[in-house]
């Protein structure tokens, strides 16, 4: 009987047919499966095709249906392993198979493919423009080295022209996918030795034999990193009916080299926009951290529940399950480690308040004050200055720098704040509650008199963490190397928080590194996304100058997202209500389609019209797990750090985004007001940049100003 074996290449176009072309590939898989090797070239149904003048003589197509065709690497050796490559339209993938050559990699022993036609094309006209050129990208290395690491004749004499790194980004489609990293790895600065023992022995099989091996069999289990062998009609079924690879752990070298690279010597800042793999390569340094201290212990942190509930569940699967080493991360909020921490060392369990309550409080105190200032300027120089300077006596206030406030306070006028402030506090304490940012400075200074925690610290989502916050990260870990590795991306930085990460003892100098391609969004997503922002400075991690989204791009290609008004509410769903069940007729799951809206009200609208409609919805705020089925549907603050191939977000008027409620006005403090107008981009950048595939946004009517284009 033959054994069917699908390359990542079959499952990144199956992911995308529609419905009724997957039910076909299901079909004929299944039929497939049940013919003998003999039977398969004889049958009709199928059509088990040649290609004519195919550059792989091992080139067959297969019938989906009038107008699909699937590619296969059928054996000619005797085995019976055929690999199943791509679905293509039936004109195109006669084309595309014949201009294809499988080979296997000299060091590697995997199997891999290029674009042999395409190669031999371009060659012989880069290599007058390489004759040219005042230097060549891997010029340094020999080709007796290169041979050593799989570059086989044909790559090497196409490497031989390339320039810089752009252009062997742009070679990447055409060349055989190990060889390709190779030469990323040379790229990025690694030794020989080094891409050696991080690619060539990662991928070559312990039981290599020392000639590559021909049989097609063989080859496709020595590619297990690239090719799933189906071992049965059950297993065919389940792996057809789920999304491929919902999680990617694969790692780009640039992003590699900062995840494993051996030590650091102190704290490391990675940034980088969304859909750049901060967070892959944040568990990635985890586990490298794991396993070069086998009984240290490692605080995994991030800003949600939600986060930290997915930070678990990937870090899970990147260790394969090793209940051992998972023992040895805790993977938690910031505040509920601070909660914890109070509660374990301080012998009392904090009560924190919500944002609600501490406004009322303030309200409170400015009247019986009889203060000129608002309860919003109140809770804001607190925030801003009293917590986030550690600041426990008039004197201390009456010395403190003030940074990113706008509204200048002489030393009178500061003697007449700081009561307020006391008396805020002392209320709390009546009540016997704390301020969740309270319950962190008094977790830090329990800490700092204990001795630290853990043996590494590792933060995700770090742009949104107030100084006190990071107060507690910075006494978890004793100051050293590989305390401390931050991730994080200004540009999504959608709660009021400024940082110098200098002052709390936590210098990133010379261990910065920043992330410049997107792998969740396509192009013309992200281009339309980023104008969001646009020419508005956006200040760096740790408040030392601006970041900047400049040759930040991605690598994939699709739909322009649908921008566009309606005359009311009403017509807004209803649109959004087609537009979802087209979705899902396309083959989208409903699991794989976001909605957001900036409030609950319209959200609510929208769950009870999906759910009339037929539409499976769930909220994302239930923290339902990722077999759960239904459309997700979340505010827009609720997205961050979520992705679906297909996002909605509705409800972006002129009144809601920027919402006046969350501006400070400028008679009250400028620079305020231009930090509050920022982070109302932040927000509707970060909920826009969740969309793999397909983005839609929509308003009733006045839009926003912040959109890039209205219509």
């Known amino acids: ?265 102190g704290p490391v800042q990675v940034t980088g926009g969304p859909g750049t793999g901060k967070t892959v390569v944040a568990l ?72 609600r309550e501490e406004r009322q409080i303030w309200q409170q105190v400015r009247k019986r004050l009889d203060l000129p200032w608002t309860e919003q300027f109140l809770a804001q120089e607190y925030r801003h200055v009293v917590l986030a300077h550690d600041l426990r006596t008039l004197d201390d206030y009456l010395a403190a720098a003030r940074p990113g406030r706008g509204t200048p306070l002489s030393a009178t006028r500061r003697k007449l704040l700081w009561p307020a402030v006391e008396m805020f506090t002392t209320k709390l304490r009546a009540r016997g509650s704390l301020t969740h940012l309270q319950v962190c400075a008094e977790a830090a200074r329990l800490l700092v008199a204990a001795k630290a925690q853990y043996d590494h610290v590792v933060v995700d989502e770090a742009q949104d963490l107030h100084p006190a916050q990071w107060r507690v990260l910075r006494a978890a870990v004793a100051p050293g190397p590989d305390d401390l590795f931050i991730t994080g991306d200004p540009h999504q930085r959608i709660y009021d928080s400024r940082v110098s990460l200098g002052s709390l003892g936590i210098s990133v100098k010379g261990r910065t590194s920043r992330l410049r391609i997107n792998y969740r969004s396509t192009e013309e997503i992200l281009a339309w996304s980023t104008g969001i922002l646009g020419p508005v400075p956006v200040e760096d991690l740790g408040g030392e100058g601006n970041d900047s989204l400049a040759g930040y791009r991605s690598l994939l290609h699709g739909r322009k997202p649908h921008i566009g008004g309606y005359g009311s509410e009403q017509a807004e769903v209803a649109a959004l209500v087609e537009r979802v069940q087209d979705w899902i007729a396309q083959g989208i799951r409903p699991a794989e389609i976001g909605v957001c809206t900036r409030f609950n009200v319209l959200l609510d609208r929208c769950h009870d019209k999906l759910v009339g409609a037929g539409v499976p919805v769930v909220r994302v705020k239930d923290n339902l797990g990722p077999d759960t089925d239904g459309v997700r549907l979340a505010t827009m603050h609720a997205m961050k750090g979520l992705e679906f191939r297909a996002g909605a977000v509705l409800g972006v008027t002129a009144t809601v985004v920027p919402f006046a409620r969350e501006i400070t006005p400028v008679e009250v403090d400028g620079l305020q007001h231009e930090t509050d107008l920022l982070r109302e981009r932040c927000l509707l950048f970060v909920a826009c940049t969740r969309a793999r595939e397909a983005l839609a946004v929509s308003w009733s009517g006045t839009a926003s100003g912040f959109l890039p284009v209205h219509g």
């Open 284 to 355: 990635h340094r985890v586990k490298h951290l794991l396993s070069r201290s086998p009984a240290g212990r490692v605080l995994l942190t991030t800003y949600t529940n939600a986060l930290a509930a997915a930070l678990r569940e990937n870090l899970a699967l990147l260790l394969d399950g090793d209940e051992e080493q998972l023992a040895r991360v805790d993977v938690t909020t910031v505040n509920a480690y601070a909660h914890r921490t109070v509660t374990e060392l301080g012998g009392r369990a904090p009560s924190p308040i919500g944002d």
């Open 1 to 265: 009987m033959p054994q069917l074996a699908f390359a990542n290449s079959f499952w990144e176009s199956y992911d995308v047919l529609d419905k009724p072309v997957k039910a076909g590939v299901r079909k004929a898989m299944a039929k497939f499966q049940k013919l003998t090797v003999a039977e398969l070239h004889a049958d009709k149904g199928l059509h088990l095709e040649s290609v004519d003048k195919a550059r792989d003589p091992r080139m067959r197509t297969i019938r989906i249906n009038d107008f699909w065709r699937g590619v296969v690497l059928a054996p000619d050796d005797g085995s019976d392993v055929f690999l199943l490559i791509n679905v293509v339209p039936h004109d195109d993938a006669y084309t595309w198979a014949a201009k294809r050559l499988y080979t296997v990699n000299t060091a590697t022993r995997a199997l891999e493919v290029r674009n042999v036609v395409a190669i031999e094309q371009l060659t012989p006209a880069l290599e007058k423009a390489a004759a040219a050129a005042p230097a060549l990208l891997l010029a340094k290395y020999s080709d007796t080295v290169l041979k050593e690491l799989g570059i086989d004749d044909q790559v090497l004499r196409a490497v031989r022209t390339v320039v810089d790194k752009p252009q062997l980004e742009a070679f990447g489609t055409l060349l055989p996918e190990d060889q390709f990293e190779v030469l990323q790895y040379l790229a990025e600065g690694f030794s020989p030795e080094e891409v050696y023992r991080d690619v060539v022995a990662e991928r070559r099989p312990a039981d290599a034999t020392p000639e590559p091996v021909q049989d097609l069999a063989s080859a496709i289990t020595n590619t297990a990193s690239r090719i799933t062998l189906v071992t049965g009609p059950d297993e065919l079924t389940d792996i057809l009916d789920k999304p491929f690879a919902a999680w990617r752990v694969f790692l780009h070298p640039s992003q590699r080299r900062v995840a494993y690279r051996v030590s650091y010597g």
